[in-house]
């Protein structure tokens, strides 16, 4: 942890007095050590269990892989925002990747500590650096509605939490999670105690995020730049996750009637956001609007508190993550050639660009869960509970997990395939930088192949 701390700090110093030529290059290789180093932690918690570096800091086997992946963000968010800001000036250039730098401590410390009133600050914390990215270096005019609907929807999910938490330590006098998950879970015998059990879910459930609680993600994918885009995909979902993971372990399991009704809410969103899937022509606006159709077997998987929900959960949202950054930032590329976000007005790429279609190629069938790939892994060890829990679950798990994969294909052969527009007369070449991006995250999807049991949390 020290090692990770002391690089973070130096990141910094080199930041700004590095000169205005190498501040992209140089913050970029730093980062990049970062992450290397932060590899370290992997065999740390798988050998030895929960390792604490402090009386309120420590990992384990669930937080350690998240963490990893946390530390692999930084490098890839500046190298995919040095065409976005490189026409600013250096001041401004500096300031940016100060901010993406200032996010990196906000956003591994949600995964560290071992106190929920910690992970509840840091759970609030990571807003602020959020929003500053997504407002003053969106694109687009709408761009504070995007950050108000963000704000909005954080701050007034987060606050149920913060209540429940201190009820519980009023009923436990801990809220420290070494102690909890040895202790017996709290049985929901009153409506009170249901309503203490949706307390503490509200908040993740924004993050993740179920039907309803969806609109602010396609503003801030959309009208902020592509560094923010990333982060959302990859750190806010996994949080959302993560946290009902970890509160799970103090709720005792639902009772059967109650079960099938709190199931409703993610077959609603399936039924939805995937409805509003097929009528979709915007390049990015699609892929948040389908994440929130794949992502709605995962809080049924984890409700069920079987060691498999909990396996497949983290494998999905690890997977995914990639997938999903991967995605958004082929769809950015696009994007800046034809300054079009249509379907319909970008298709033709891959004769002018067929590397490129390869990338993209790829990421449709990550997103597609073809196996071996670990998003079918996570995918089948959601739905086997679910079905153990009821078959009847079957006729809901099969439409959820295909309702957008015609569409996907579709979505693949529009924008790659075709006799290019009339309008395109020129297009700017790809760059080295663009095809590292591109390259480094479905190569991880492809390595996490060889190696599993870094997502299998407290199961390896």
Known sequence: MLKIVIRSILLYQQLWLSPSIWVSTSTTLQSFSIAYVSVIWINWASETGWASSNLYMGTDPLSTPLLVLTCWLL??????????????????????????????????????????????????????PTLIIITPWANEAVRQRAGTYFLLYTLAGSLPLLVALLVLHLNTGSLSMLIIQYSEPIALSSWGDKIWWAACLIPLLVKMPLYRLLLWLPNADVEGPLGASMLLATFFLNLGAYGMMRLMLMLHPLSKDMLFPVMALPVTRVLMTGSICLRQTDLKTFIPYTSGTRMALLPGGI?????????????????????????????????????????????????????????????????????????????????????????????????????????????????????????????????????????????AVLLLITNPQFMWGWWY
């Open 75 to 128: 490098p890839l968010m500046i190298l995919a925002s040095q065409n976005h800001i490189k026409a600013e000036p250096i001041a401004r250039q500096r300031n940016y990747i100060t901010l993406l730098a200032s996010l990196q401590p906000f956003l591994f410390m949600p995964f560290g500590p071992s106190e929920i009133i910690m992970f509840y600050n840091m759970f609030v914390a990571t807003l602020i």
């Open 303 to 443: 409700w069920i508190q079987c060691r498999y929900g909990i396996t497949g959960g983290l494998v999905w949202i690890i997977a995914d993550g990639l997938v999903w950054s991967a995605l958004f930032c082929s769809a950015n590329t696009t994007y800046k050639r034809t300054h079009s976000r249509t379907m319909i007005l970008a298709r033709g790429m891959q004769i002018i660009f067929p590397l490129t279609a390869v990338w993209w190629f790829l990421s449709n069938l990550a997103n597609l869960a073809l196996p071996p790939l670990p998003n079918l892994m996570g995918e089948l060890v959601i739905i086997t509970p679910l079905l153990n829990c009821s078959p009847w679950t079957l006729f809901l798990t099969g439409p959820a997990t295909q309702i957008t994969a015609p569409y996907w294909l579709y979505f693949f052969l529009t924008a790659q395939r075709g006799p290019l527009p009339q309008h395109i007369i020129n297009l700017q070449p790809f760059h080295t930088r663009e095809h590292e991006l591109l390259t480094r995250l479905p190569l």
